[in-house]
């Protein structure tokens, strides 16, 4: 098993649910971070949300109303990516939020739940 730590920059180009980290089928990932930053001059709805590949369903982790320039952290806490799982971001404006998302990669033999 072993751990990287890494940082995956993220630039919201539409107004959807998009996705900005996807791990393979040997990888798993505890986000630490989710920075996001609001770039336009008014306030815009961030909707942060996990795409679980075993159910498969995407679950909702929140929404945040991002003041004009203004940065958040999107993630309340650690944030858990099994196999081929995905976070996914939406800004209600396109091309204002941009960001970075800081994890530790683990991969390698991690057993089975």
Same mark, same amino acid.
Request: proline share 3%; hydrophobic share 35%; glycine share 8%.
């Given at each position: 098993?072993? #751990?990287?730590?890494?940082?995956q920059?993220f630039?919201l !180009?539409?107004d959807v649910?998009? @996705?900005?980290?996807?791990? /393979?089928? $040997?990888?798993?990932?505890? #986000?630490q ?7 336009? !001059?008014?306030?815009v709805a961030v @909707?942060?949300?996990?795409? /679980?590949? $075993? ?6 982790m929140?929404?945040?109303?991002m003041a ?7 993630a ?12 996914k ?9 941009k ?8 991969t ?6």
């Open positions: 098993m072993a #751990i990287q730590y890494k940082n920059p630039d !180009t539409t649910l998009t @996705t900005v980290l996807t791990l /393979d089928v $040997s990888s798993r990932a505890i #986000i971070n989710i920075q996001a930053e609001n770039t336009s !001059t008014g306030t @909707t942060s949300a996990v795409f /679980d590949s $075993s159910t498969p369903a995407t679950t909702q929140g929404t945040f109303q004009t320039l203004t940065t958040q952290n999107l309340k806490g650690p944030v858990v990516l099994e196999e081929q799982d995905a976070l971001i939406k800004g209600g404006t396109a091309n204002v939020i960001g970075l998302v800081s994890y530790a990669l683990i390698g033999d991690q057993g089975t739940a």
